[in-house]
């Protein structure tokens, strides 16, 4: 059974850096794809990138600037870095598999940006 | 980015009920390639998110019959049928279409 597990600091400061761990276990990452999907307060949610098996990234041109997806295939961890963030950044960060279908999610990691 | 509009936004019902809710989308969410990529997602209380139904009717693994999705183009229903306790929480449509994939806003299920 395919599992997901977010990791990362629950406080980041204004101007700072996100960075979120998901550790895959039971599935190797270096097959499908793999995301990030973040639910801000009020339940809006919103797709931000994913990685595919072979390592290419796609991300929302909304936060293109500003973010990263990266792997590490020894470990089963893919990463999310997110740059300059602003308290607009508070939310509850999900990691992924599938994009046109998101069949597997992780609990999530409850994010908050204030100085 | 493909509006995702979800009605209503929230629903009261008996246990046993029936309920429908309707997402529709700024744009047909057929694919090039022929298949409609809109899934249903519910977020239980104190849960991530989990996938219900994928392109428009198909249920995924472990999910009841009591589950059924239907629609084509831009409008589509989820309906659940002699509803439980555990059916309560708050349906995502999302769809997987064109990037950057969007979700609906969530429709909340209270017990009446």
């Known amino acids: 059974e395919v599992q997901l597990q977010e990791s990362g600091p629950g406080l980041v400061k204004p101007s700072q850096s996100l960075s979120l761990t998901c550790s895959v276990t039971g599935y190797s990452i270096t097959s499908n794809y793999w995301g990030w999907i973040r639910k801000f307060p009020g339940n809006k949610m919103e797709w931000m990138g994913y990685i595919s098996y072979s390592g290419s990234t796609s991300y929302n041109p909304s936060l293109k600037s500003r973010i990263s997806i990266t792997r590490d295939t020894s470990k089963n961890q893919f990463f999310l870095q997110l740059n300059s963030v602003t308290t607009e950044d508070t939310a509850t960060y999900y990691c992924?598999?599938?994009?046109?279908?998101?069949?597997?999610w992780g609990q999530g990691v409850m994010v908050t940006v204030s100085s | 980015d493909v509006v995702m509009t979800q009605t209503p936004v929230s629903l009261s019902v008996s246990l046993g009920g029936q309920v429908s809710i309707s997402c529709r989308s700024s744009?047909?969410?057929?694919?090039?390639?022929?298949?409609?990529?809109l899934s249903w997602y519910l977020q239980k209380p104190g849960q991530s998110p989990q996938l219900l139904i994928y392109?428009?009717?198909n249920r995924f693994s472990g999910i009841s019959d009591r589950f059924s999705g239907s629609g084509s183009g831009t409008d589509f229903t989820l309906k659940i049928s002699r509803v439980e306790p555990d059916d309560l929480g708050v349906y995502y449509c999302?769809?997987?279409?064109?990037?950057?994939?969007?979700f609906g806003a969530g429709t909340k299920l209270e017990l009446k």
């Open positions: 392109k428009v009717s």
């Open positions: 999302g769809q997987g279409t064109q990037y950057p994939y969007t």
């Open positions: 744009q047909s969410l057929v694919h090039n390639n022929g298949n409609t990529y």
């Open positions: 992924a598999r599938g994009t046109t279908t998101v069949t597997n």
